[in-house]
T-cell receptor
Framework: QKEVEQNSGPLSVPEGAIASLNCTYS??????FFWYRQYSGKSPELIMS????GDKEDGRFTAQLNKASQYVSLLIRDSQPSDSATYLC??????????FGTGTRLTIIP | DTAVSQTPKYLVTQMGNDKSIKCEQN?????MYWYKQDSKKFLKIMFS???????INETVPNRFSPKSPDKAHLNLHINSLELGDSAVYFC?????????????FGEGSRLTVL
């Protein structure tokens, strides 16, 4: 079964530091990867998508993909209390659906 | 204007009852989904429709019946509710193909079965 795995946390990071969230996936043929942010009691919101090896930066967020290692990560620079949320990693295994990991709960400590 | 809207937001009901959740999207997407999120926050796909055609039907009890009258609407009817059906149900829409995975979610419908 094709899976996405994340450390459930919680991960606590001081305000202003870099938060690093990691995700591994089981299928080498996966082509596209996504990070969603979900605040407590709210719906998931797409924050980053990455389709090729390397880094992709968007503001304070950087997604990193290493297909050889089947590894995708999300870095949040200059972490803010408003970044406190659950971060869901997801992969499209080419079967018309998105498979989510269990999420990592991130807390930014002021 | 809400992009993906679902109603109701909250449902509280007794075991054995039947309930429905409605979803509408105004983003012009061809594909709509139902996801279930359990108490541990695990988000699992249930169904997917593309332009009114069912394309994904995960291992879901047949008490769950989706219906898509047109590509902007996807409803979910649940018969004979069980305790284990308690969860948040999210509707989502997105594009098909290379960008499958860039989804827009509704606010969720929290179902509590007593």
């Amino acid at each position: 079964q094709k899976e996405v795995e994340q450390n459930s946390g919680p991960l606590s990071v001081p305000e202003g530091a870099i938060a690093s969230l990691n995700c591994t996936y089981s299928d080498r043929v996966s082509q596209s990867f996504f990070w969603y942010r979900q605040y407590s009691g709210k719906s998931p919101e797409l924050i980053m998508s990455i389709y090729s090896n390397g880094d992709k930066e968007d503001g304070r967020f950087t997604a990193q993909l290493n297909k050889a290692s089947q590894y995708v990560s999300l870095l949040i620079r200059d972490s803010q209390p408003s970044d406190s949320a659950t971060y869901l990693c997801a992969a499209n295994f080419g079967n018309e659906k998105l498979t989510f990991g269990t999420g990592t709960r991130l807390t930014i400590i002021p | 204007d809400t992009a993906v809207s679902q109603t109701p937001k909250y449902l509280v009901t007794q075991m054995g009852n039947d309930k429905s959740i409605k979803c509408e999207q105004n983003l012009g997407h061809d594909t709509m989904y139902w996801y279930k999120q359990d108490s541990k926050k695990f988000l699992k796909i249930m169904f997917s429709y593309n332009n009114k055609e069912l394309i994904i039907n995960e291992t879901v009890p047949n008490r769950f019946s989706p219906k898509s009258p047109d590509k902007a609407h996807l409803n979910l009817h649940i018969n004979s509710l069980e305790l284990g059906d308690s969860a948040v149900y999210f509707c989502a829409s997105g594009a098909r193909g290379a960008n499958t995975g860039e989804l827009f979610f509704g606010e969720g419908s929290r179902l509590t079965v007593l």
